[in-house]
């Protein structure tokens, strides 16, 4: 009996694994041979793959040289992809760069689904951006309130809101992860974490043709070696002061950053990511992976949020009549005469609904990378395992079987409470943070940091573009990375608008 029951299930097996293999692959662009469709790697942007999605459907295929990549650009598709599997969709593709820089995957973000995974994330949502831990969050305020004191210097002169911006995340991160700053380092280090960030999308033959990675390795090595050196000798300094200062204070420093809270994870022995598992109570971290966890922290927490706060100031001046609507329910709520308190943020509404439409048009993460853990099966089409699966979360936030108006920026569509959509991982045409197992663990500290800078700076200041530019002639297009920063830089010329005197609380 036995041997008929397995018998029939090795049939089963082989029936399905027929089936499956017999199944097509999504509709897409036809192929040449051996490269397949390599002559479109510059249509691998949000705007490209949604153009293509257009014409192809909200499931696509393309071949990268030897590499099966698929597009996922509807509501419906990342639900499938990001929900019903989720776990078969929850490892992230490593190109050659990302595999050198990330130290073998040894970080978080790039790291596989697994139990390794599992506990750093455990360790970065407890330790880093839990609202428990207070560090982190202090520091948004600190620096929100240090970039007010700038604009304050500055009333009636052209501001940079790009470099304004990206100064105050850069900063906040910066004071969360290493506690104390200097100027001089930061600038070091902003540009190792932007060089960084070319690298990570940087076209490298060896990733589609393993074979000929000669043709340029020597060039591309050669920047990948000098970008981990200057990370290395960078964040080990870091590390030793932190391990001198907990030696000093005997382990029981009051005031800990993030660097404090994952020495206390730290082995001298190089515990390999092979002695992770889920049952093990107490976690060693190597100093790589200490590394790699700070160099996610910088690359996730700055360019996002600055990006973002970008967006929305310029959606605003595009949009007097939005800009006249936030700034009037600030003053109902806060009053001209004292500055925003946190407990003022949860009443701020319209606020709310502007970021979160902010979020729909302009995803700081306009695509998604994930890999595939095994083949498996999506609407009927085949995808095989070790595929790069990239989610459109841009096309996805315009797509029109989700919304109305797709392109126009209207934060009202959100004040309807009991039927606008969220963002927090469950209603798939509005993904800004992700959803499912990578989602973004840091989303709460995001917002927070997003809703803070944003209600200071409409708070305290009325913004003009320069030049008698009009509203209308704002330029409004973005460029491809791994983020979708503005193209040209927003700059607005502040003045004051509370009737207290200037007093940063
Ligand atoms: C407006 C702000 C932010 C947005 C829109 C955002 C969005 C996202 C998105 C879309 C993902 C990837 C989800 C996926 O692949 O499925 C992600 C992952 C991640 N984000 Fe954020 N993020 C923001 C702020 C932050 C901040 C402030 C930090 C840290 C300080 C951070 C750290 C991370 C990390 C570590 C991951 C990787 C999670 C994993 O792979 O398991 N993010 N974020």
Redesign the pocket.
């Known amino acids: 009996m036995d041997f008929f029951l397995v018998l029939s299930l090795l049939v089963f097996a082989g029936f399905l694994f027929g089936l499956r293999r017999g199944l097509p692959y999504p509709p897409g662009p036809k192929g040449y041979p051996i490269i397949g469709n390599m002559n479109m790697m510059d249509q691998l942007t949000h705007r490209g793959l949604a153009r293509l999605a257009k014409k192809y459907g909200g499931l696509l295929h393309l071949k990268m040289g030897g590499l099966h990549v698929f597009a996922v650009s509807t509501p419906d598709m990342a639900r499938e992809v990001?929900q019903a599997q989720d776990a078969v969709f929850a490892n992230?593709p490593a190109n050659v760069a990302i595999a050198y820089l990330t130290y073998g995957q040894a970080?978080?973000?790039?790291?596989n689904y697994g139990s390794f995974?599992r506990q750093?994330?455990k360790i970065?949502v407890m330790k880093?951006?839990s609202r428990k831990r207070a560090q982190?969050w202090s520091s948004v305020r600190d620096e929100v309130d240090l970039t007010v004191r700038t604009v304050a210097q500055n009333l009636g002169s052209p501001v940079n809101i790009c470099e304004l911006v990206l100064s105050l995340?850069k900063n906040m991160?910066y004071r969360?992860a290493f506690g104390s700053f200097s100027r001089e380092d930061q600038d070091d280090f902003v540009k190792i974490i932007q060089e960084f960030s070319k690298l990570f999308v940087a076209f490298n033959i060896a990733d589609f043709f393993p074979w000929l990675g000669w043709i340029q390795a020597g060039e591309f090595n050669r920047r990948l070696v000098k970008a981990r050196s200057s990370l290395d000798g960078f964040i080990d300094k870091i590390i030793e002061e932190h391990m001198q200062k907990r030696k000093a204070s005997g382990d029981e420093a009051a005031d800990t950053d993030m660097v404090d809270e994952l020495l206390a994870f730290y082995g001298e022995v190089d515990a390999s990511k092979a002695a992770f598992d889920d049952s093990q109570s107490s976690i060693e971290l190597t100093r790589d992976n200490i590394k790699a966890?700070i160099m996610?922290?910088?690359?996730?927490?700055?360019e996002?949020?600055a990006?973002?706060i970008e967006w929305v100031m310029a959606e605003l001046m595009k949009s007097p009549e939005d800009m006249k609507k936030v700034q009037q329910e600030l003053a109902d709520v806060v009053g001209l005469c004292r500055f925003v308190k946190e407990s003022d943020i949860e009443k701020l509404t319209y606020l709310k609904c502007t970021v979160k439409e902010t979020?729909r048009l302009h995803?700081?993460?306009p695509l998604?990378?994930?890999e595939t853990a095994k083949d498996t099966v999506v609407a009927g089409y085949r995808l095989p395992a070790k595929s790069c699966v990239i989610?459109n979360?841009w096309a996805i936030g315009r797509d029109p079987s989700g919304w109305v108006d797709p392109e126009v920026f209207k934060p009202s569509r959100f004040l309807t409470n009991d039927s606008a959509p969220d963002f927090k991982g469950s209603d798939f045409e509005f993904?800004?943070?992700?959803?499912?197992?990578?989602?973004?663990?840091?989303?709460q500290?995001?917002?927070y940091?997003?809703e803070m800078a944003l209600a200071h700076l409409l708070h305290c200041f009325n913004w003009e573009l320069p030049d008698r530019m009009k509203s209308s002639e704002l330029d409004m297009s973005d460029v491809f990375g791994l983020n979708a920063p503005r193209a040209i830089q927003l700059v607005a010329v502040p003045t004051y608008r509370l009737s207290c005197p200037f007093l940063v609380e």
Do not use: N
């Not at 996610?296 to 700055?302: E, F, I, S």
């Not at 800004?432 to 989303?443: D, L, N, Y």
């Open positions: 990001l992230r970080d978080m973000v790039f790291a995974w750093m994330r970065c880093l951006f982190s995340t991160t969360a966890i996610d922290v910088m690359l996730g927490g700055t996002t949020v990006a973002a979020l995803p700081p993460i998604l990378l994930h989610i979360v993904i800004p943070f992700g959803s499912g197992r990578r989602s973004c663990p840091a989303m500290l995001g917002l940091a997003l």
